[in-house]
Each structure stands twice: as C-alpha cells, then as structure tokens.
C-alpha cells in the first residue's frame, strides 16, 4: 500500500480531511460556494504516493468530467500530470466510492460537449480559461 501524503494546502488537505473522515456527510461542498465536489483519489506521477484532490461535482451520466482549471493559472494543477502518468483513480462523490479510468479528451467535438457540461455546473470555468494562455485540460473518469 502507498503512502498518502496530504496536499500543502490547508484548505485542500482540510476538506479532504472533512469529507474521508465523515465518510462522504460532510465537506460535500467547495468552501463558499455551496457546489459539490468529489475526492479524486490518484498517484503521484513522481513519489507513487497517494494523492487526494478534492474537485468540482461534473458528470456525465455515470462518468465524471475532471477539469484541470488551477483557477486560470498559467500551469496546469499537479493532478493533471498524475492522470496523464496514471489512469487509475478512485472518486468519492458524497458517500458513494468508484474506481474508475481517466482518459484526457482531446478529440476536439467531445471536448467541447464536455467543455459545455463542466460551465453549466461551474460557471468561473469560462472565466478560467479567458485568463490563461493554456487549453485547460478535461479528462473523462469511466468506471472500471
């Protein structure tokens, strides 16, 4: 088993801490807003310890859109490069846990469909994406 090694940052090693140790009652929602979000469950593409990220609620169907945004900083998070380097993640959405695959999208039409789906649930999205000169990742998680 891997070590798991929290995030740095208080407020994502909190929620995570919030949302695990309620078993999925508690710490549902990102910070202020009131919006759900999920605990993606991945490995570090360096250390091979376990990460935790805590991101915004966006499915599709029975799958999940995960969108790499960093809030429109000019590098993509952390995460991205450990999905790129594994597939394998594990989504906590509330009390329910999945082990899924991921798969970054960049066929251009189904980006885009996915694209539209992620602004209806988290509007700043847009936003994110108008303030970087990156293409924020998307990557679709599918149960295994």
């Given at each position: 088993?891997?070590?798991?090694?929290?995030?740095?940052?208080?407020?994502?090693r909190e929620?995570?801490?919030?949302?695990?140790?309620?078993?999925?009652?508690?710490?549902?929602?990102?910070?202020?807003?009131?919006?759900?979000v999920v605990?993606?469950?991945?490995?570090?593409?360096?250390?091979?310890?376990?990460?935790?990220?805590?991101?915004?609620?966006?499915?599709?169907?029975?799958?999940?859109?995960?969108?790499?945004?960093?809030?429109?900083?000019?590098?993509?998070?952390?995460?991205?490069?450990?999905?790129?380097?594994?597939?394998?993640?594990?989504?906590?959405?509330?009390?329910?846990?999945?082990?899924?695959?991921?798969?970054?999208?960049?066929?251009?039409?189904?980006?885009?469909?996915?694209?539209?789906?992620?602004?209806?649930?988290?509007?700043?999205?847009?936003?994110?994406?108008?303030?970087?000169?990156?293409?924020?990742?998307?990557?679709?998680?599918?149960?295994?």
């Amino acid at each position: 088993m891997a070590e798991y090694i929290p995030s740095p940052r208080d407020w994502v090693r909190e929620q995570v801490e919030l949302y695990e140790s309620s078993g999925g009652t508690d710490g549902t929602t990102l910070r202020e807003t009131g919006l759900p979000v999920v605990i993606v469950t991945n490995r570090g593409n360096k250390t091979g310890a376990i990460r935790k990220t805590p991101l915004m609620r966006v499915k599709d169907g029975d799958n999940y859109v995960l969108v790499g945004s960093q809030g429109g900083a000019p590098r993509n998070p952390v995460w991205v490069y450990n999905l790129r380097a594994d597939s394998g993640v594990e989504i906590r959405d509330e009390t329910d846990v999945y082990s899924m695959r991921v798969r970054e999208v960049e066929d251009d039409p189904e980006r885009a469909r996915l694209w539209d789906i992620a602004v209806a649930a988290f509007s700043p999205y847009e936003e994110y994406q108008n303030k970087t000169t990156r293409k924020i990742p998307v990557f679709l998680a599918e149960p295994v």
